[in-house]
C-alpha cells in the first residue's frame, strides 16, 4: 500500500510499489527496484536520520528529523522493493512456466498421451534453481519473504522448489496405468503370446531414451515389434518414420518378417519401416547424402580380415628387413611378456631341479621371465649356453652356498648373470644388491669373465644389444634366425599376432582414434607406456597404414570407416535425420562408432530411442563391442529411463537361479531378478566328471542316449572352441535333433537341452586362459577388472540356451574354475560316469584348482591341478 513518511528538515519520501520517491532540498529522485537500496536508516546518539547513498560518487545525503517508527516502515519498504526486484523477473518467467509445466502434465494424462523427458525439460530450460536464487538474497530479505511476495509469486516460488522430473514420473504412471487397461486387447493380440505387463511397460513407455535391460529369453524382440505397432496406433508416428537396427543380417531378417506379420495381422500399415543392419543402413545412408554407395572391401566382407593382415604382414617382411626383425622380435620374444612388468604365471616344472617357472624354446624350465627371454635370445641366435651352471670353484662359506651362475657359454668360458633390476636400480628383496657384489666379487678373484644383463634393459632391447656386443668380443657368433626349430615352448603364432593386430585395429578405427590420441593416452598410462608397447605400436601403424593403402586401392572401405563416415555425414547435415523413433537390438555388443552414428540420428527433441539389450550376455568385446555404452548410456546419449524385462519364456527357474547366481558374482552387472514364466522348480544342473579326457565322447554319448527317451527334442552341445566338435557323436541316437556350434554362435538360439562338452583348466579350457595382451587395454575402454569377466559372460549364455536341462562335462584334476564355482550352488548336482555323486576337493591355496592325487619321492599326496602356478599340497 502507498505510504509518504516526513522528516522535520522538510524533507519527504513516498513508498508506492517497486519504488522509493524523495523529495529534499527542493529536487525530486526515484529510486526504482534495487536501487532502492541505496537507502537506509542510520541511528545517532541525536536521533535517527535517513542516509541516501550516492550514486554519482558526491557525498551521500543525509537527512536529519526521522521518527524512529517511521524508519522501522522504511526499512521494510526497502527490503520489500528490493527482494521484489531480485525475485521479480525470474517469479513471472517461473509463473508463466508453471502454469505451461501444469497444462501439459493435465493435457497428457487425459489424452493418455508418455510425456517425453525432453518435452518437460523445454518447459524447465533456463529456470533458476530455488537455492541459487535464495542465494541472492540477504538473511532479512529471505526472513521476511512470506510478507514481501504476493500469493502467486509465492506459488511461483514453491513451483521453482519442487521436484519436476518426480511430478512428471508420477504423471507418466497414471498414463501407463490407463494405457495398460485401456489397451488390454492390444497387448494380448499384438504378438503371438500376450505381452507381460514387463513388456507392455516398456512398450507404453515413450521417452526419448529409454534402455531395456532384458534378461535371456525375456521377448526383447517381442518388445521392439509391439513397440512399433504401438507408436503406429497411436498416432505417435508413421511406419516410415520408424528404423529398426540389428547387428546380423539373420537379425535383421527377422525383425523385419515379424513386424510385417504383426503389423499386417493387426490391420496396421507396415510400408516404409525399416529393419536393418547397421552396415547396411550406414552405406545407405552415404549413398543418399553423396550419391554414392560406397563398396565394402571384399576381404572384410568375406571375413578374411586376418588373413589381410597377415598378408600385409608378409609383403613388409620381404620388403623390409627392419620390420621383418621387429615383427620377428615381437612374436618370439615379447609376444609371450606379461604386462605387470614382474612377471607372470608359471607356465613349467622340472622334475629333475624341481624349479618351476617358464618354459624356453630349448626345452629348459628357467626361474623367471627375464630368464627366459635371455635363454631364447639366445637359442635363436644359435648360441650354446649352459643354464644354471655350476662354478667350478669351490667359494662356498658360512653365508653362501654353492654358486651356479644363470648362463655358462662353454665355447668361450664365459659366465652370464642376469639381474632382476628395474631401471631405477630396484631390486625384487633385500640383500640382492649384497648377493650381486659377491658374485663380481668371486669372478674378479678367481679370474673368471663375467658379462651382466639387467631386467629393463632387456624389456627394451638395447640389453640385448649390449650382450651381443660382449658375446661377440668373447669370440661367440651370432646367428640370428626366427625359423629356427623349436623344441621346446610354443611361440606366439603369425596368426595370433595378426588377429591381434586386427583387434587393436577394430577398437582404434571405432573409437576414431588417431596416432596422436592414442599416445595421448599411453601418456596417462604409465604401466604400459613400456617399450614393448612402443615396439608394437611401431608395427601396427605400418599396418595400419598399409591396409588404408589396400582399400585405397580397391576403392573400398571397412566396416569401422564406414560407420563413421555415415555418422559424421549426419552431424553435418541433420536434414539425413527423418526417423522418429530408432530402435537397436543387442546394444550390449555396440560399438563406438555404432553408439556415434545412432546418437547422431537423435535429434535434440520429438526422437525416441529404444535400446534393448542385456549386459550378462555381452561377450563380443574383441571384437569392437563396448559394453560402457549401454552400462553409461545416459552419460553417452543423455536423460533415460531403464526398464527391465525380468521374466524368462525359455529356461527353467533353476536354470535362471544357477546362471543368475553365477554371472551376478561380478559386482559390475546390472542388477536383474529373473523369473520363469514357467514357476519354480526344473532339473538341476549336472556336472559330470569323467576320469581322463579320453573318456569324455563316450560320458556324452551315453548322455545323449537317455536323452533320446523324448522324441523330437533338440540337443546343442556348445563347445568353447570349435574342436570341441571332435567329442560329439557323428551320429545321433534316434529322436534326437543334436547340433554342434561355439558357444559364441549360440547368441540368440535356444534347444530343450544343453551339453558342455569340455568346461576344463587350461589354455584352451573353460574359461580360456589364454591372456589378453596388455597392449589391448590402450585403445579398448577399460573392462570392469573383474577375473574372466567376459568368459563368465560367455558361460551364461551356454547355461541359459536351454529350455529344460544343463549338463556340464569336466575332468577330474583338470576342472575348470567355473565347474568349483557351481559345485557352491544348490541348484547344481554332481555325479560320475557311472551315475555316483562325486566329491570334489577345491584347493584352499588358490580357489581356481582342485587337489589331485600325485606321486612324489616321499609317497602320494595332494597337490593342487593349477601347477606349477599353485604349490599348494595336502597329506592323504
Keep these: 500500500m502507498p505510504r509518504t513518511w516526513t522528516g522535520t528538515g522538510g524533507w519527504s519520501l513516498a513508498y508506492a510499489r517497486d519504488r522509493l520517491t524523495l523529495e529534499a532540498d527542493g529536487t525530486v529522485e526515484e529510486l526504482v527496484g534495487t536501487d532502492a537500496a541505496r537507502v537506509r536508516v542510520a541511528r545517532r546518539w541525536l536521533g535517527h536520520r535517513l542516509v541516501v547513498a550516492s550514486a554519482d560518487g558526491t557525498p551521500d545525503l543525509r537527512l536529519a528529523g526521522l521518527d524512529p517508527r517511521d524508519g522501522r516502515e522504511i526499512r521494510a519498504a526497502v527490503t520489500r522493493i528490493v527482494t521484489r526486484a531480485k525475485l521479480r523477473d525470474a517469479l ?184 536393418a543392419t547397421f552396415h547396411s543402413f550406414g552405406l545407405s545412408l552415404i549413398a543418399e547424402a553423396t550419391g554414392r554407395r560406397p563398396r565394402i572391401a571384399p576381404w572384410v566382407e568375406d571375413g578374411k580380415d586376418v588373413e589381410k593382415v597377415q598378408a600385409i604382414v608378409d609383403r613388409l617382411r620381404d620388403t623390409d628387413l627392419d620390420f621383418r626383425f621387429r615383427w620377428d622380435l615381437f612374436r618370439l620374444l615379447y609376444g609371450k611378456v606379461s604386462g605387470s612388468g614382474k612377471g607372470g604365471d608359471h607356465d613349467s616344472y622340472d622334475p629333475d631341479t624341481r624349479v618351476s617357472g617358464f618354459a624356453t624354446y630349448r626345452g629348459e624350465t628357467v626361474r623367471s621371465e627375464g630368464e627366459r627371454l635371455v635363454a631364447d635370445w639366445l637359442f635363436l641366435n644359435g648360441v650354446d649356453y649352459r643354464y644354471a651352471h655350476p662354478y667350478p670353484y669351490n667359494v662356498a662359506d658360512r653365508v653362501h652356498g654353492r654358486y651356479t651362475a644363470d648362463f655358462y657359454y662353454p665355447a668361450a668360458d664365459l659366465w652370464h648373470e642376469h639381474w632382476a633390476l628395474d631401471a631405477d636400480g630396484t631390486a625384487p628383496f633385500r640383500g640382492y644388491a649384497e648377493a650381486m657384489a659377491w658374485k663380481r666379487r668371486v669372478h674378479a678373484t678367481h679370474g673368471t669373465a663375467l658379462v651382466e644383463t639387467a631386467w629393463h634393459a632387456i624389456q627394451d632391447h638395447s640389453g640385448f644389444e649390449a650382450l651381443a656386443r660382449d658375446l661377440e668380443s668373447h669370440g661367440i657368433t651370432l646367428d640370428w634366425n626366427p625359423d629356427r626349430p623349436l623344441p621346446g615352448a610354443e611361440p606366439l603364432e603369425h596368426e595370433r599376432l595378426a588377429r591381434l593386430v586386427r583387434t587393436f585395429m577394430s577398437h582404434v578405427k571405432a573409437g576414431a582414434l588417431s596416432r596422436a590420441a592414442l599416445q595421448e593416452r599411453l601418456a596417462t598410462m604409465p604401466a604400459l607406456d613400456t617399450p614393448r608397447t612402443r615396439l608394437f605400436l611401431y608395427l601396427y601403424w605400418r599396418i595400419h597404414e598399409r591396409w588404408q593403402d589396400e582399400l585405397g586401392a580397391a576403392d573400398a572401405v571397412d566396416f569401422d570407416d564406414m560407420l563413421l563416415r555415415a555418422a559424421a555425414l549426419v552431424e553435418r547435415d541433420p536434414g539425413l535425420v ?115 579326457p579320453d573318456a569324455l565322447p563316450a560320458a556324452i554319448e551315453a548322455h545323449l542316449q537317455r536323452l533320446s527317451g523324448g522324441p523330437g527334442a533338440t540337443v546343442d552341445v556348445l563347445g568353447r572352441y570349435g574342436f570341441d566338435r571332435k567329442l560329439v557323436p557323428a551320429t545321433a541316437p534316434p529322436g534326437l535333433d543334436v547340433r554342434f556350434r561355439t558357444v559364441h554362435r549360440s547368441k540368440g538360439l535356444e534347444a530343450d537341452h544343453v551339453i558342455l562338452p569340455n568346461v576344463t583348466t587350461g589354455r584352451y579350457g573353460f574359461p580360456s586362459t589364454i591372456p589378453d595382451d596388455p597392449v589391448l587395454a590402450l585403445p579398448m575402454s577399460a573392462d570392469d577388472g573383474y577375473r574372466h569377466a567376459e568368459e563368465r559372460r560367455l558361460f551364461y549364455v551356454a547355461l541359459t540356451r536351454a529350455r529344460h536341462t544343463v549338463t556340464v562335462f569336466t575332468v577330474a584334476g583338470r576342472e575348470s574354475p567355473f565347474v568349483l564355482e557351481l559345485l557352491e550352488d544348490p541348484g547344481v548336482e554332481v555325479r560320475g560316469t557311472d551315475g555316483g555323486t562325486e566329491e570334489i576337493r577345491v584347493c584352499e591355496g588358490c580357489g581356481e584348482g582342485t587337489l589331485v592325487r600325485r606321486s612324489g619321492r616321499h609317497g602320494e599326496f595332494y597337490g593342487c591341478s593349477t601347477f606349477p602356478r599353485c604349490r599348494e599340497t595336502a597329506r592323504v
Design 92 to 275: 513471472a518467467l517461473a509463473a508463466h512456466r508453471e502454469q505451461v509445466f501444469r497444462r501439459l502434465l493435465e493435457t497428457r494424462v487425459r489424452k493418455q498421451r508418455w510425456i517425453a523427458h525432453d518435452d518437460a525439460a523445454a518447459i524447465l530450460a533456463g529456470l533458476p534453481r530455488h537455492g541459487d536464487l535464495l542465494a541472492t538474497l540477504s538473511s532479512d530479505e529471505r526472513a521476511g519473504l512470506p510478507r514481501h511476495l504476493s500469493a502467486a509469486e509465492q506459488r511461483a516460488l514453491a513451483f521453482l522448489a519442487q521436484d519436476h522430473l518426480a511430478r512428471v514420473g508420477a504423471a507418466n504412471e497414471e498414463i501407463l496405468r490407463r494405457e495398460l487397461i485401456a489397451g488390454r486387447d492390444f497387448f494380448a493380440g499384438v504378438e503371438r503370446t500376450p505381452l507381460t505387463v514387463e513388456q507392455a511397460r516398456a512398450v507404453v513407455s515413450y521417452d526419448n531414451r529409454v534402455r531395456v535391460i532384458a534378461a535371456a529369453g525375456s521377448g526383447k524382440t517381442s518388445v521392439m515389434v509391439a513397440r512399433a505397432a504401438y507408436a503406429i496406433r497411436r498416432g505417435l508416428t508413421t511406419p516410415d518414420r520408424i528404423l529398426m537396427l540389428a547387428f546380423n543380417a539373420d537379425a535383421a531378417r527377422e525383425l523385419q518378417e515379424r513386424v510385417d506379420a504383426r503389423l499386417g495381422a493387426l490391420g496396421l500399415r507396415a510400408d516404409g519401416l525399416r529393419a
Design 578 to 692: 527423418r526417423w522418429d523413433l530408432v530402435m537397436v537390438d543387442e546394444f550390449q555388443d555396440t560399438s563406438r562408432a555404432r553408439a556415434r552414428l545412432t546418437k547422431a540420428l537423435l535429434r535434440d527433441r520429438g526422437t525416441h530411442l529404444l535400446a534393448v539389450g542385456d549386459d550378462w550376455q555381452a561377450i563380443n568385446r574383441f571384437a569392437g563391442a563396448d559394453l560402457s555404452v549401454m552400462t553409461g548410456f545416459s552419460a553417452y546419449f543423455g536423460p533415460a529411463l531403464t526398464r527391465r524385462l525380468q521374466s524368462t519364456f525359455r529356461t527353467t527357474q533353476n536354470v535362471a537361479d544357477v546362471a543368475s547366481r553365477f554371472v551376478s558374482r561380478n559386482p559390475a552387472q546390472l542388477t536383474k531378478t529373473v523369473r520363469a514364466a514357467r514357476g519354480p522348480g526344473g532339473a538341476p544342473v549336472t556336472v559330470v566328471r569323467v576320469e581322463r
